[in-house]
């Protein structure tokens, strides 16, 4: 079958309409490119803007690095030290992990932070800082708290109520040594009596309750009685 012969109107119409498309095809490339080398302007923009980045960075961990690393080497040295503690040690030593706190967040405000690193690193040690605060936590709700004290001699130690209540550790107040009696009435007959190798519990340190004043003047009121008929002139 012979195709149909075409007019010269519907050739016209064809050729007007392929030339349309054609144009447009042509508009739509010249726009892709135009687009393709807008992106590859911001993409050589923005890598030059990394290169500025990274030179600036390098700059700076050239500088600061160091210091900053040995930081949280000592943090992390620290927060080892404190793990392997007894649970009253760590009570003891209770204010130490406030003071690691504080230089965590030191480290955190620090541009190095921003790091994968040391953002890492940071994240692990204030893990392990909170886990050092919960067992803190259940020493406390149950009461194992208590600080202890084995009594030394007194050739050695110089070991007393008072001595001891006066030491750094302990009290650092010589006049509560009463709680220390008091909380050891179980092993303190006589406050003036205390021997090596006793395991003293030690009261949190707070003023002297009513009970231990009253105990305190019932001890003065015993010895200066116990003094009194010596202190008597003797009768001729």
Not at 18 to 27: E, F, I, P, S, Y
Not at 47 to 57: M, P, T, Y
Not at 134 to 150: D, F, H, I, K, N
Not at 199 to 209: F, V, Y
Request: hydrophobic fraction near 35%; aromatic fraction near 6%; include cysteine.
């Amino acid at each position: 079958m012979l195709a149909q012969e075409l007019t010269k109107d519907d050739w016209q119409k064809q050729i007007t309409e392929l030339t349309a498309k054609r144009n447009d095809l042509k508009n739509r490339s010249t726009a892709l490119q135009n687009e393709i080398d807008n992106l590859k302007k911001q993409d050589a923009e923005k890598a030059a803007a990394v290169k500025a980045c990274s030179d600036e960075l390098a700059a700076m961990i050239g500088a600061e690095e160091a210091p900053f690393a040995s930081n949280l080497d000592k943090i992390d040295a620290k927060l080892s030290e404190l793990s392997r503690l007894p649970n009253q040690d760590l009570y003891a030593r209770r204010a130490e992990l406030d003071e690691l706190q504080k230089l965590i967040d030191e480290a955190k405000v620090n541009r190095l932070s921003a790091l994968p690193k040391y953002s890492s690193r940071l994240k692990d040690q204030q893990g392990r800082l909170d886990a050092l605060k919960r067992t803190l936590q259940q020493v406390l709700e149950s009461g194992q708290a208590m600080q202890t004290y084995t009594v030394g001699t007194w050739a050695k130690d110089r070991d007393c109520l008072w001595n001891i209540a006066k030491k750094p550790k302990v009290y650092d107040n010589a006049f509560l040594w009463p709680k220390i009696w008091q909380g050891n009435r179980d092993q303190i007959k006589n406050p003036d009596v205390i021997e090596p190798g006793q395991k003293l519990k030690i009261p949190q340190k707070a003023e002297l309750t009513k009970e231990e004043k009253s105990a305190l003047r019932s001890y003065w009121n015993k010895k200066q009685s116990a003094a009194a008929p010596a202190a008597a002139p003797t009768k001729k």
